[in-house]
């Protein structure tokens, strides 16, 4: 695997975490005649210019952090793409302050009226786009993004948390997921949609199914079952969950759209093998989105967490 190293979900808000979290991303876009733009914004308060930004909100996740700061500060819809740096610094007498940063690829733009947080923005060229903004780590990760390669994400969810097999006497593939576990459901539905994810894959088991319901309705779109990424046959025949997985991954890519499986705990190992990852693992509710580029490879990867 080529690129960034694994980017690990951070705290939410409501813990008592020091240092304090925020989020962003460098959103560029293609103009006919200017090339490449970049989204920057003046803040009144400091009279600079940054990328857009800001303070994770009591149980918000980073990702989700980051398109909801870009929709308030710029009026500009996102999809999040390879992440990028993390920058400290200290925030006067608040204390140390923690950004992470994504890519951002534009979706949609509504003008945005000026407020006292923000007075303007501004779509400029690149170069034009340096010489205007105020604090360097900013040039860099600038920079930093336009060196990346184009990506569609392909996210991997294991199940939010379910019943406990004990307590379950049925067949276990209708083992529902609990209480916990539907709160995890409802928290992917910004962190999916963060990555503007489309397609929907799951097993056919309940547990799977429930926990990208949510999403799917959110979103006005199914999801497409596969009974070979169930426990019952996936954990025994690795073959066909890696043949299922390529044409997954081709799909996705050659569609350019951004898909999300629900698996098990033992049918992961067999999928990440078909990506050619290395091993890891994931608790309930938590997911790994990889990276790729045209030809298949991941370029970077990232994990998160639906924590609830």
């Known amino acids: 695997m080529s690129g960034l190293t694994v980017r690990e979900a951070a705290a939410p808000a409501d813990q008592e975490a020091k240092p304090i979290l925020a989020a962003g991303a460098v959103v560029t876009r293609k103009h006919s005649t200017r090339g490449i733009e970049v989204v920057i914004i003046h803040r009144k308060r400091y009279d600079d210019w940054t990328l857009p930004k800001g ?75 340096l010489a205007r903004l105020t604090y360097s780590p900013d040039h860099f990760l600038l920079q930093q993004h336009l060196e990346q390669p184009p990506t569609t994400p392909l996210i991997l969810v294991r199940h939010a948390k379910a019943m406990d097999r004990k307590d379950w006497s049925k067949n276990d593939a209708a083992r529902p997921i609990t209480a916990h576990g539907r709160r995890q459901a409802k928290l992917l539905v910004p962190m999916l949609a963060a990555y503007g994810i489309r397609t929907l894959i799951s097993s056919t088991s309940k547990r799977c199914l429930s926990t990208l319901e949510e999403y799917a309705h959110s979103a006005g779109v199914s999801i497409k079952t596969h009974s070979v990424l169930t426990e019952e046959e996936g954990t025994h025949d690795p073959e066909a969950v890696a043949k299922l997985i390529t044409r997954i991954r081709s799909t996705a890519l050659r569609k350019e759209q951004p898909t999300a499986i629900c698996v098990h705990r033992p049918v992961l190992p067999h999928i990440l093998d078909a990506l050619d990852l290395a091993p890891l693992s994931l608790k309930a509710g938590e997911f790994v989105v990889a990276h790729l580029t045209s030809d298949g490879n991941v370029h970077a990867i990232e994990r998160q967490a639906a924590a609830a």
Do not use: F, M
């Not at 992470?100 to 000026?114: E, F, M, N, Q, S």
């Open 55 to 129: 303070k994770i909100e009591a149980g918000e996740s980073l990702p989700a952090c980051a398109v909801r700061e870009v929709w308030e500060e710029t009026g500009v819809k996102i999809r999040l793409g390879v992440p990028l740096d993390t920058i400290s610094y200290q925030a006067g007498k608040n204390g140390l302050k923690q950004v992470d940063y994504w890519g951002g690829t534009a979706l949609k733009v509504v003008r945005r009226a000026p407020d006292d947080e923000v007075d303007v923005v501004s779509w400029l060229p690149v170069r034009a786009a």
